[in-house]
Each structure stands twice: as C-alpha cells, then as structure tokens.
C-alpha cells in the first residue's frame, strides 16, 4: 500500500580532504549505515538510486553498487545524473516510488573521491565538460571550472544591481558562524571581513572562501513509506512537497541567465504540493557550491527582492539568531561539499531536532534546494517532521 | 596570450558546423530563423518560434563585454594567469563567451571586436580584442 513518503534514515561517511576511496566503497558504507540508522535489514530495502560526481564514471559508481551491497530483487534501480540536482531529484524519484507503492524502502547515496594525495583539486574541478559547438567554446576562452562561470554570472549580478562583494563576504561569514558550532565541518575558525577579502582570488569576482570545501566521502539516506518506520531512534522526516526548474534561458540579448535560475518554477510545484506558502518556511539549506548561489537563491525564492539578496544576508538574517537560518551546517563553503547531498543531510538532522549545538529552535518547515550547472537546473523539497506541517501552522 | 600557443580545442556538432566552417575563412556568423528571423547561436530548433530552418549571415565583429571573469588559475598554457575570459554580446544579440587576448580587467558594456585564432582542433575560434 502507498504511504506517506519519508525519510527514515541517514548514513555520513568520511567527509574529510584525507578520507580514502574509492567511491563505490563509500557509497556502500553510507548506504549501510543508513539502513541501521534506519532500523532496517538488507531484505527490507528494494530500491537503490545512486547519484555520482560528473567527474565519475559508470565504473566508479553505478548501477553495479546493487552486487557491492549484496542486495537482491530490487524494484528500483538507477543511476540518476542530474549535474547539481541529482540528489533532491533521487529523493523525488524515491518519493514518487514510495507513494505509488513501486518500492518500499529505497536507498539514495551520493558519492565522491577527488581529492588524492599529491593533486590540487584544481585537477578535479576544472576538467572540461564538452568542447564541442558553441558551448565548447568556453574552452577556449578559458573558462574552466565552476567557478568561471558562476563568477561571470555573480558579475552581472554586481553590475545590474550594485552587489558587492562584500556581500559575497557576508555570505561566507555568516555560513562559517553556523560551520564553528558543526563538529563536522571542515572550516570551524571565527571568519571576519578582512579575512575574506585577503584571502587568494579563484575567478574575479570570486575568492577562495567564495568556493565549496571539497572533501572525500559519501552520505545516504533511505526514502520509505513512514507508517513502516522500524525505528524509535527518532522520527521519520516527511517530504511534503518537492519541484524541479530548468530554464534553457537563451543566450543572447534580451535574456539574463546569470540572473535567473529555476528557483521560483520549482518553488511554485513544491509549495502548491505542500499547501505551504514561503514564509511558512522555517530555515533553508541553499546549495551554496559558490557563495552567489546562495544570494540569488534567497532573492528567486521570494525570501527578499531581487536584488537585496546582499543586503538581507549582511544584515545577519540568514545567520545564527537570525530570522531566517540558511545553511546551518556550514554549507558547502564552510562545511564540505558532497553535491545535493550536503544542504539535505542538514535539513534532515535539523528536522528531527538533531542538530545539537546549532539546532533551531523553529524547525518544522525546512528548504532544500540543489543547484546544477550555471543556473541550468534546480531541485528543491520540502522536509518537515510533522505528516501534517499545513495543519499544524493552521492549528491554535 | 601566447600567440604561438593554440588555444584549447573545439570541435563543431551538427548546429555549429556552419558557424566553424565560416570562421576557418575568417568570417564570424549567425545563424538566423527563417520563420521570425530571430537570430541566435548553436540552435537546431529556434529558440524563439521552434521552427527547423536557419540561414547564416555574416556578422559585423563588434561586440560590447556582457560580462567577465579575471581568471587566477592556468588550465592551460595558452592562458597564464591573471588573464580575462569573457561574454560577449554580439551587435547582433547573441552572445559567445571569448578570450580577452589584450586585457585582464574590462567594463561591462565596453566595446570589443572579434578575430579568429586557431585551436588545438584546427578549428578557429573567436577571440576578443579593445576596440
């Protein structure tokens, strides 16, 4: 029978620069330790979605983690590639099964192991993705890297609107408070503004602390039915509502794809889905990858203005006491990045109230989002630890 | 940027060979819709009114900097950092991202023009110069 579709459990594994892979064997231990966090045994889990860098091959991880986890007669499997979104869009997929009753409890991992000893990460990031046609000819423009181009992107947001970047900065400063009180995080030291702007330019106007942390490591989670949870040792984490943008913005005059994501598409099939509108939402985990998506996210969403985005986040709203939290784990920028995964693993431990030191106090209705390519595509869900978050707002 | 040194390499698909054909002659184009003459760049279906069929004018080579990057790490030793990579907007509305090869810090808005250099493909690619 179909249910309420949920997530029931959570494995994190590594999440350091010295973590050793390969992938495949870290997809199969957080796989496994979401199964335990989960309460459950491998013949309760009959569907697997695994999600992998770009950088990564069907030979690093695939559909073959199936025969390394030993699990038998799944009714899902897949490898699901969708640049930044893979993840929120596994857990959608998952969800979807769930609901419809085509699997019961389905295991979703993201995986990843670019840092090796010996190489700057650099080698990792910046490889090229198709130099083929006109696209191709970023290439030869030398725009290699993430960075490049969300750097161009942040630019225009600079140029049309007056940001500075010292907003970037407020970004930065404000992910590493909530990153100090993250025992997981990799950059726990206090962050001031002389600091950033000292700090090595990447791509202009972008510096290193305007970047992800990348690190080794993988993290799972198990979407199932929440009337099946098998578990005391906390409660199931709802999916209330989730949604998916993909502008394909032109590029040519009379179009701002540096300024335009598929934030609000998504947002709109999320909270119609839900029966929640924006300001029900009580924090946000916003892929930050680089610190203006982070800017623009809030400002596409209708958490601010376009525009205003810097200004919301130098006021200290997005920070620890602030109205609106985002990123309280530290982000990718402070925490560590491993893709989708890293804004939802958050969002999970603060729904269930799990969150220690940096727990919100509001945490009912939570924001993920996922980013993918230069603003090409996005994921986001809605998470809360109530099957019912619309009635409980409503209720006295 | 190194004039010796090709620039990395591209390869034409089934939507740009026109526009690399034209630019091994020296000659930058774009590709216009026959239906609402909408012109655009790497498109096998217009963007504008999805109709199939294109024609390729020739395009003047002046363009403003729609938006730049100062890039501060080398990927590849036709580029030593700091060095500039940008989007140019053509006079004709699209745009193509290009290789600023005599600046690192434009404006935005500010003129450039367009001129082909070879890439490690053999093909030409276009690269942007100070007016």
Known sequence: MAGHAAITGLGMVGLTRDTPGPADNLACQAVLAAMADAGLDHADVDGLIVCRSGAASESDLGLALQRTLALRDLSLLQVLHGEGTSVVQAVQTAAMAVHHGAARQVAVVFADAPMQAGRPASKSFGRIKSSRGIGGLRYAAGLFGGASVHALAARRHMEVFGTREEHFGA????????????????????????????????????????????????????????????????????????????????????????????????????????????????????????????????????????????????????????????????????????????????????????????????????LVTNEGGRFDHHACVLLSPHRDAQARRNSP | MNATEPLPSVDADAASQPFFDAAREGRLVVQRCTACQTLQLGNVICDHCFARQFEWIAASGRATVHSFVVMHLSYHRSFEAPYCGAIAELEEGPRLPVYLADQVRPRIGQKVTLRFAASEAGTAVPVAYQV
């Open chain 1, 171 to 366: 970004v930065a400063i404000h992910t590493r408070r909530w990153a100090m009180m993250n025992p997981q995080a990799v950059l726990r030291d206090a962050l001031t503004m002389e600091e950033y702007l000292a700090a090595r330019w990447i791509a202009e106007p972008l510096r290193l602390y305007d970047c992800a942390m990348p690190v080794n490591g993988a993290i799972a989670v198990i979407v199932g039915d929440a009337t099946r949870a098998a578990t005391d040792a906390h409660e199931p984490v709802y999916i209330l509502g989730f949604g998916q943008g993909h502008p394909g913005t032109p590029e040519r005059r009379g179009f701002e794809p540096e300024l335009h994501s598929g934030a609000a598409h998504a947002r709109d099939i999320a909270f119609d889905m839900a029966g929640l509108a924006v300001r029900d939402v009580d924090l946000c985990q916003i892929y930050d990858a680089f610190s203006y998506m982070t800017l623009l996210t809030l400002e596409e969403y209708g958490f601010c203005r376009p525009g205003e985005g810097g200004a919301f986040i130098a006021s200290g709203a997005t920070g620890p006491g602030g109205s609106l939290p985002v990123n309280t784990g530290g982000g990718h920028l402070s925490g560590f990045y491993l893709q989708g995964m890293t804004p939802l693993a958050e969002g999970v431990i603060q729904a269930r109230g799990q969150a220690g030191e940096r727990q919100c106090a509001r945490h009912d209705v939570v």
